[in-house]
């Protein structure tokens, strides 16, 4: 039996070892499903993709969103909304054009 040593932060150890004893594994034994898996599949058992919700302007355009006051009025929304600078990644065409909503989005909100 082989040793395989690896050097990792220790927040992301700590981490890991947590997700693993939240589904009943140590790490040593998540690592060993992972190479299992890696063999298996003859490459990585997940696809590797960056989460466009990370990207640095899409943090920047969150970050701006959540210090921003409540507009009082929708015109003062929609003028705001208008002057955004919105990242072309941040939500899909579907998403961005849901029609009408019969709702108040603000409802229950407090500055």
């Given at each position: 039996?082989?040793?395989?040593q690896?050097?990792v932060?220790?927040?992301?150890?700590?981490?890991?070892?947590?997700?693993?004893?939240?589904?009943?594994l140590?790490v040593a034994t998540?690592?060993r499903m992972?190479?299992?898996?890696m063999v298996?599949?003859?490459?990585?058992?997940f696809?590797?993709?960056?989460d466009p919700?990370?990207?640095?302007?899409?943090q920047?355009?969150l970050?701006?969103?959540?210090?921003?006051?409540?507009?009082?009025?929708w015109?003062?929304?929609?003028?705001?909304?208008?002057?955004?600078?919105?990242?072309?990644?941040?939500l899909d065409?579907?998403?961005?054009?849901?029609?009408?909503?019969d709702?108040?989005p603000?409802?229950g909100?407090?500055?």
């Amino acid at each position: 039996m082989a040793n395989i040593q690896i050097k990792v932060d220790d927040s992301l150890r700590d981490n890991a070892q947590f997700v693993a004893s939240q589904i009943g594994l140590d790490v040593a034994t998540a690592v060993r499903m992972f190479l299992v898996q890696m063999v298996k599949v003859n490459g990585l058992p997940f696809q590797p993709i960056a989460d466009p919700y990370y990207s640095p302007a899409n943090q920047r355009y969150l970050e701006r969103a959540a210090l921003s006051r409540k507009p009082a009025t929708w015109d003062d929304f929609f003028a705001a909304l208008k002057d955004a600078d919105v990242p072309a990644d941040f939500l899909d065409t579907a998403e961005r054009n849901q029609g009408a909503q019969d709702r108040d989005p603000f409802v229950g909100w407090r500055e």
